[in-house]
């Protein structure tokens, strides 16, 4: 069974930064397609970045262009969004996504490319 566990959201001051994490079993990150999105309340949810595990390389989204980053540490199967110069709009909750389908160029930005999504964690900027 596949479980993606999401952590490391809090309060963060504008202008600050956090890194959060999605630790994930019954699959393994490196061979999977992983995603980051987000959701604020009274919005729909939200594509930031992803990385495609046949070749490496990386989606961004509108909302994750320029101050987002995914990045993948194989040894924990955990994946990572670093977030940058975060806004009081970037208060909402993230979420994790893996698929496992490996198409080549996979439309990592559509969220039903998806099989698995973590619970999500609360990500609270301050103004």
């Known amino acids: 069974q596949v479980q993606l566990v999401e952590s490391g959201g809090g309060l963060v001051q504008a202008g600050g930064s956090l890194r959060i994490s999605c630790a994930a079993s019954?699959?393994?990150?490196?061979?999977?397609?992983m995603g980051w999105f987000r959701q604020a309340p009274g919005k729909g949810r939200r594509f930031l970045t992803g990385?495609?595990?046949?070749?490496?390389?990386?989606q961004y989204g509108h909302y994750g262009q320029g101050r987002f980053n995914i990045s993948i540490d194989s040894a924990k199967n955990t994946v990572y969004l670093q977030m940058n110069s975060l806004k009081p709009d970037d208060t909402a909750v993230y979420y994790c996504?893996?698929?496992?389908?490996?198409?080549?160029?996979?439309?990592?930005?559509?969220?039903?490319?998806?099989?698995?999504w973590g619970q999500g964690t609360q990500v609270t900027v301050s103004s």
């Open positions: 996504a893996a698929s496992r389908r490996g198409h080549t160029n996979p439309p990592l930005y559509a969220s039903d490319y998806y099989d698995y």
């Open positions: 019954g699959l393994t990150v490196s061979n999977a397609d």
């Open positions: 990385v495609s595990y046949i070749d490496g390389s990386r």
